[in-house]
């Protein structure tokens, strides 16, 4: 069943998942786990919003089955059955006031194919008709477009790339629609009514309209589609008809000016800069946390370090009742394994590490046990709130 991807879909959904991912983790390491809080309430947004849309379909739309429109449940086995889908989603009919599409969607697991009735009332005299439209639905549940959508979401909006993935995968669809139809031009026409209309497509010269594709290579024709998710009408009737006959180049230049554009999907290019704005605000919290969090991690490892040294201090105190000029005399390192470098006060024993974050300053002090402890407080170069949780325990 391999024939049935387009191609550049596989390519493209593992760029996007891999780069998603990436985003992700970036995000959750770089919010310190905050970003988890806001997937976390996504999932529960998407869940609540599919759950009203499942609940709308049940409650107003028809079960499709063999005592509930035959004709229709029969194409919708047949096509289950052609594209080897043994788990079939439950199929409803709705009235679409006056649109003219359908959908596929699925909620805890339950997959659902949503046919509207005047697709079924269009292609009437269509034998292919309604079975390319159940077909193309059925493809977006068998390729699992509706899963990973949420790892994928941060890479998405990208200038060309989210388009791009959006177009491959009807594509695919466009020949599971084809899979179950019983000639390439059957399919071509159902889909072709997308544009002719409910009536007019049974008149419509198929070959004329195949042809209009050859138009698509101009700059604006191909601006516009490189920001679209679904390609133009007149490419997919051409594709469906010869699944690998060649399609116009789009013009050079209008990939220039559609890199600066994000893609949106049917929410348009302003939205598209919405979603930059937002993506650029979580950077801009999200770059500084994560920088904050990767130097308080090696400061961290200075005071650890730093430890031996500091003990062995305490220990050439108690034995010579004095304090040691240079850590040289006391047989003790002026320099960490990291580069920091260990410089000593020989008239009160603190102690400075000099890291590539800033000064660490440890000050010794005495207990009522006349025991010697350490007070780890920030140098040049650092704030009290820039030091390492291990360096505020200190002392306490």
Known sequence: MNELVYPRERTLGTITLVLGLLVWLGLIIGTVGTALIALLAGFVLYLFAQSA?????KGNGVELSEAQFPDLYAQFTACCDQLQIE???????????????????????????VLFSEVADAMAKHADGVRFYIGHELGHLRMKHLSGHLLRWPVLWLPLLGAAYSRARES???????????SPEGAARALAALSAGAKRWENLDVAAYR?????????????????????????????????????PR???????????????????????FLMLVYIGIIAAVSVPAYQGYINKAKLATAVTASTPVRDGLVTYYESNHSIPPTLENANLPTQLDDGSQLSLDPD???LTVSTAQGELVFTPKVDKQQRLFWLCSNGEGLTPAQLPPSCSKMGN
């Open 87 to 113: 788990k079939r989603p439950q199929a409803y009919i709705m009235n679409g006031n006056g649109g003219f599409n359908a959908f596929a969607t699925k909620f805890l697991g339950v997959q659902f194919v």
């Open 53 to 57: 849309l499942i609940a709308h379909i």
């Open 172 to 182: 695919t669809c466009d020949r599971h629609g084809l899979a179950c139809s019983s």
């Open 250 to 272: 789009r013009n050079v230049f209008a990939y220039l000016l559609a890199v600066f554009i994000p893609y949106a999907g049917r929410l348009g290019a302003g939205f598209g």
């Open 211 to 247: 042809d209009q594709a050859d138009h698509s290579s101009g700059f604006w024709m191909s601006f516009h589609e490189l920001l679209a998710g679904y390609p133009w009408v007149t490419k997919r009737v051409a594709r469906v008809m010869a699944p690998n006959a060649p399609m």
């Open 348 to 350: 009160n024993m603190t």
